[in-house]
């Protein structure tokens, strides 16, 4: 058996060879932490952003899209906070010259407590049995007591430091921890510093004066300084939310495990307008919808669970993470954030204009307040793909790798394959083409046999392969073989159409919203 982390190196590579996911400008050897989607990947990927778009823009009357640009005036920057906050604790170790994030380590080591908990809980429970009390056992047992301890002390130590922004202090924590740099193994560390993630750049020419302008770290303040815009162009009632989808920049320290952490990546964002005071309802409602998007997909419920966040951010009031089980342990897919009138307050007072909402039922103007739901396009398909892909071992001794995605989201939808390359088959399978090709992305395959044509299409997730065989000339029937069970069926070409929208339309999946 595979070990998560070798069936997770081996997801990566398969991503590589089936056109999902390449290393940027790979003939230069690549450039750390940025990726390009290949020729599947992109399919998946937009598929993603459909499904996210329609069911912000479709589903909802009072939710509109739109698409500001990357580059924005620097002064949003110092509005929103992120000149001056937008920092991550780093640090290096000298042996090594590795550098990594303060507050990483040490909630490794938090993490680490838990799992030496855990193994004394488990250890205990194949020892008792049936009978076992884990609540008694973790209450009285003397190990898991000091573990414990220790991890709360360190807990609280940790949660201070970083709300009073204290550098010494957190690297006090890491030597008393006595946390090595798992590349040298020493505790040999610089101190700790501030580092800004934003990526800064130029615009105009030099002898002008240039203005140093930064890439947007988020999508969110695009659609805050067009609250105005939008409201009135759209006579927008308050509630109401704003979409979007675009990409963001950040200047990661530590940029691992694929494209769960990159420097580039895309976001999906709403942000959404409501009365000061109705925020935490509003709250509860985009927390319970944003979860039923993910779970209708059907990758596992048990995979997904909220993480509330304890040190919330100078703006928020509220906020929580949407994590899923990746190989490597649950991680953030998505942010659910109470973000009080602070964006829109602090636009106001920078450009010293009014942005307000007239309430008509009130008959007063208020600064709204904001719900936002961000989620991360890569980290969504990350998530499908660590889910879908599969090893499997068949009978006969044969193997394969499939991907079971979700049939809404595979890049193609089914492959038509005439079983030769002669006899009026290729012609009859063109046809049965022409009959899904204006709905659906469908491929064409006539090399090498049926069965390598099969693996082909498990490896990229196609759920319907369609073969044309002699009898199809006689009969207008087909052979459907579908992915997941690798059962066959005699199909009439006249039924394929409805075969495959049934499984791949996005409505059915939107339906399931509502
Ligand atoms: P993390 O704590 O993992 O750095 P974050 O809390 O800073 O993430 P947010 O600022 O809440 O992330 O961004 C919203 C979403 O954008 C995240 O849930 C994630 O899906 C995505 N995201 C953020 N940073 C990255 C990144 N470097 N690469 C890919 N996706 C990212």
Known sequence: MATQEEVFKNLVSHC?????????????????????????????????????????????????????????????????GHVDAFNDPLIDNRDSKKRYRADVLIEDQIAKYDEKIQKEVEKAHKRFGESFDEQMFRQTNPRVIEHQQKRDALHERYSKAMNANDLDELKQIILDEQIVCPISGTRNWTDVRQFNLMFSTEMGSTSDGAMKIYLRPETAQGIFVNFLNVQKTGRMKIPFGIAQIGKAFRNEIVARQFVFRMREFEQMEMQFFVRPGDEMRWFDFWKQFRLKWHKALGLGDEKYRFHDHEKLAHYANAATDIEFLMPFGFKEVEGIHSRTDFDLSQHAKYSGKKIEYFDPELNKSYTPYVIETSIGVDRMFLSVMCSAYKEEQLEGGDSRVVLSLPPVLAPVKACVMPLVRKDGLPEKAREVMDLLRFDFNIQYDEKDSIGKRYRRQDAIGT???????????????????????????????SELHELVRSQCDMTNLLRKLI
Request: glycine share 6%; charged share 25%.
């Open 16 to 80: 590589k060879e089936y056109g999902f996911v390449f290393p940027s400008s790979e003939i230069y050897d690549g450039l750390g932490a940025v990726y390009d989607y290949g020729q599947n990947g992109v399919e998946l990927k937009n598929n993603i952003k459909q499904y996210w778009w329609a069911s912000m823009t479709k589903l909802h009357e009072n939710i509109v899209g739109i698409d500001a640009a990357i580059f924005m005036h620097p002064t949003t920057w110092k509005a929103s």
């Open 463 to 493: 759920p319907f392969c369609i073969t044309i065989d002699h009898d199809t000339l006689d009969d207008n029937c087909v052979t459907v073989r579908y992915r997941d069970t690798m059962k066959q069926d005699r199909i009439a070409i």
